[in-house]
């Protein structure tokens, strides 16, 4: 039963994991750009007060720890030998893309999008316009977010493809 629990929870908070990448990067971030000043109310709203991040990490956590569970318990402890068969090397090429997707997103997206909220807020419950540093900061805030969105993307892209599709690799390899 906890087999179950665990697949449950690693697909479903996978499938938001991605869902909201692809949200974010690919139609909210753009048109806010394309919309700013008057979507910065929006984007605040959504990244301070509905905590949109630390949500989309919750869930990123989740994924990573039951997948982490579901491999070990499918690899019998990281057994190479499991590893290096097709079905075991496709959950490994998932995994890997996506670890490395959440610890991009842990150390380098997330404290970008936290700079850009905190100077948002500032700014907000101040009610003035920002200084040019506060204006360079933002902008080189964006600039990580949307390099960062895109190699996240494609990782978790790897991730889904490569998990959904890996019990299947042995009629391919």
């Given at each position: ?30 048109t806010a750009q394309a919309t ?63 670890l490395l997707a959440l610890l ?69 390899l």
């Amino acid at each position: 039963m906890d087999i179950v629990l665990l697949r449950l929870v690693h697909i479903l908070s996978g499938a938001f994991w991605f869902g909201s990448v692809i949200t974010m990067f690919l139609f909210l971030q753009p048109t806010a750009q394309a919309t700013a000043p008057e979507s910065q109310r929006f984007m605040l709203h959504l990244l301070r007060d509905r905590r949109f991040s630390h949500v989309v990490l919750g869930a990123a956590l989740l994924t990573v720890l039951a997948g982490g569970i579901l491999f070990w318990r499918d690899s019998n402890g990281l057994r190479v030998e499991w590893m290096s068969e097709p079905p075991g090397l496709g959950f490994t090429v998932g995994a890997v893309a996506a670890l490395l997707a959440l610890l991009l997103f842990v150390f380098v997206g997330f404290p970008a999008s936290h700079r850009m909220v905190a100077i948002g807020g500032r700014l907000a419950d101040e009610r003035r316009a920002p200084t040019d540093e506060e204006r360079r900061e933002v902008a080189r805030s964006q600039a990580t977010l949307r390099s960062v969105g895109v190699v996240v993307l494609v990782l978790l892209t790897i991730a889904a493809a490569a998990m959904s599709t890996a019990r299947y690799w042995s009629l391919l390899l």
